[in-house]
Every structure is written in C-alpha cells, then in structure tokens.
C-alpha cells in the first residue's frame, strides 16, 4: 500500500505540474486517485520520452478517438508546458489524415475553446496553398525521406487498387500535411505513432513504427509513445502495438 501511495503523491505532482486538476470524486469512488496512480504516476513519469512529446502523443491519441473534453483540459495543459497553439492545433490536421477531416474540425473546436479559458486567441497564419504538381513532388519526396526503400510498396505501389486514392493521400497527407509549420517530421512522427495506436491500424504501425527511426526516434521513445497512449485509447491497443513494434523493430 505504501508503494501505491507513493505512485498517487508522484502522479499528483505531474498532474498538477500540467495544471490539470484531479477527477471528480462525484463521479465514482476512488477514480480520482486511480487516474493519478495509473496516468500520471505509472505513464507520465516513466522516463525514455519527453513530457513535450508524451503530450503530443496524448493530443493526438484523444484526437483520433475524438475524447472531445478530455481534449480540452489537455489542450490547456499542453500550453501549461510550453507547446505552442499552432503546434497543438497541427496535431489535430495531422491526425486528420487518419482519423478523418471531421476528427480535426471537432478536435479543433476543442482547443479554441481551452484558449479562450486560458484567455488567448485561436493562432491564425497566413499560408500560401501550393499548386498540386507541387504538392506531388514533395509528397514524393517526404515519402523517401520519412520510408527510403519500401516508400512505394503495398497499397503505395503504382498498380494498386488503392493508387487513385493513395495518389490524394500522397499530395495533401505528406505533400502539405507532413510539411506544415508548427511540427517538425519527429514530432509529427510521434503523432502518427499514437493514432495508429489509438486507431489499432495494424498495417501503418508496421510501416510507420521502422520509419520513426529515420526521423530521429529511438527504440526507447518509439516505445514509450506507445505505451503513453495506454490510459488514454485502452491498454489492448496498446499492448497489441508494442508486439508489432518488437516484431518490426527486430528486423
């Protein structure tokens, strides 16, 4: 008991170091210090990943499950650490070509609404929209850099059923999407790590989980990205991700 105190005290610490407050005791008892135990004390102080990138994995983890307030409350504990709004807004567009167009406009809505509680105002740039043939070439170019060698395989491939819609995919998902501001591909990486996590995508996990590792990822935080997404979409999306990050990391 003394061991899971000491779990409770510590979660509540990096709770309150997110400037998130504890769960309502109305809503069942116990849950509270559950939530700090497990979330907090457990996931959040593990060590091998950054509070910064834990954070990302936790926005786009919620984002893909569409956990609207939990969004909320973690879109103004990602500002508490010092990401910035149109980082934070980047991981729902990014997440969008996942989780769908929609995912973004709800999750969007959600982090507009905890800056407006924190006093601040939704970021907006000015962005230049490039031509498709542009688009093109840099999707296939960030495609090399993110995949090298098996960049054109399985549905990627030229003559696969999939190529009308991948040829989309490719322009606005790596073309524009990958090659916004606010995130770099690291980071992005780690977005993507999570809502295929999240989303139990078993085929991109294993193309994307090798590819994190040529964006600068570790082993380790491949891993701990993974498992940060645990209290957040399920521990058996989680669980199941890490036997394909073993498997895929393996070789």
């Known amino acids: 008991m003394a061991e ?3 779990l409770r005290r510590q979660g509540g610490v990096v709770r309150a170091r997110l400037g998130l407050p504890p769960v309502s005791e109305d809503l069942a008892p116990g849950l509270s210090a559950l939530v700090d135990e497990v979330a907090f004390g457990r996931l959040w102080s593990r060590p091998g990943l950054s509070i910064e990138l834990r954070m990302l994995a936790t926005l786009a983890a919620l984002t893909s499950r569409q956990y609207l307030p ?14 910035t709004a149109r980082g934070i807004q ?3 567009i990014h997440c969008a070509i996942y989780a769908g167009l929609p995912s973004a406009e709800n999750s969007l809505a959600a982090v507009a609404r905890a800056l407006r509680a924190r006093g601040e105002e939704t970021p907006e740039d000015d962005l230049s929209p490039l031509a498709l043939e542009v688009l093109e070439q840099l999707g296939f170019e960030t495609m090399d850099e993110l995949h090298r060698d098996r ?26 999407i990958w090659n916004r501001p606010g995130l770099d591909y690291r980071q992005r990486m780690v977005c993507s790590i999570a809502s295929f996590t999240a989303l ?11 590819s994190a590792l040529n964006v ?5 935080e491949i891993l ?3 498992n940060q ?23």
Do not use: C, H, W
Not at 72 to 78: I, K, M, N, S, T
């Open 200 to 210: 139990e995508l078993e085929s991109q996990q294993r193309k994307f989980f090798r």
């Open 229 to 251: 997404t645990g209290p957040y979409s399920g521990f058996p999306p989680a669980l199941n991700a890490l036997v394909v990050a073993e498997s895929v990391l393996a070789t």
């Open 90 to 92: 980047e991981v729902m």
């Open 224 to 226: 701990e990205t993974i």
């Open 216 to 220: 600068g990822l570790t082993r380790e």
């Open 151 to 176: 960049a054109a395989g399985g549905y990627a491939a030229a003559d696969s059923a999939a190529a009308a819609l991948y040829a989309t995919a490719r322009q606005y998902g790596y073309g524009e």
């Open 70 to 83: 939990q969004l909320e409350a973690y879109a103004g504990a990602a500002r508490e650490i010092g990401l």
């Open 4 to 6: 899971r105190e000491a």
